[in-house]
């Protein structure tokens, strides 16, 4: 069983940025790809960016340019760096590790002025 942690989210102003971490458990994190997902209010969650084990990376078009996202297999964490934030961002923001299918709790990410 592997349980994940998000952390990092609140409150920023447009143009602002923030940086999401998720906690992995167990010792097999860095065999594994990670993503991030995100669901706004009324919509369908959405695949945000993924990580390969290899350190490979992928970004949906809406964020491409403005997210990064990272891992550090030392500390079992996966990052996502998010900056020129938009109103169309707000979301839950969710991690996953697609083996096995787990998911965070989930992290609420809000930008108005």
């Known amino acids: 069983q592997v349980q994940l942690v998000e952390s990092g989210g609140g409150l920023v102003q447009p143009g602002g940025s923030l940086r999401l971490s998720c906690a992995a458990s167990?010792?097999?994190?860095?065999?594994?790809?990670m993503n991030w997902y995100r669901q706004a209010p009324g919509k369908q969650r959405e695949w945000v960016a993924g990580?390969?084990?290899?350190?490979?990376?992928n970004y949906a078009n809406s964020v491409k340019g403005r997210f990064t996202i990272s891992r550090d297999n030392a500390k079992n964490t996966v990052y996502l760096q998010m900056n020129s934030l938009k109103p169309e961002d707000t979301a839950v923001y969710y991690c996953?590790?697609?083996?096995?299918?787990?998911w965070g709790q989930g992290t609420q990410v809000t930008v108005s002025s």
């Open positions: 167990g010792s097999a994190f860095r065999f594994y790809a």
């Open positions: 996953n590790q697609a083996v096995g299918d787990y």
């Open positions: 990580i390969a084990s290899s350190g490979s990376t």
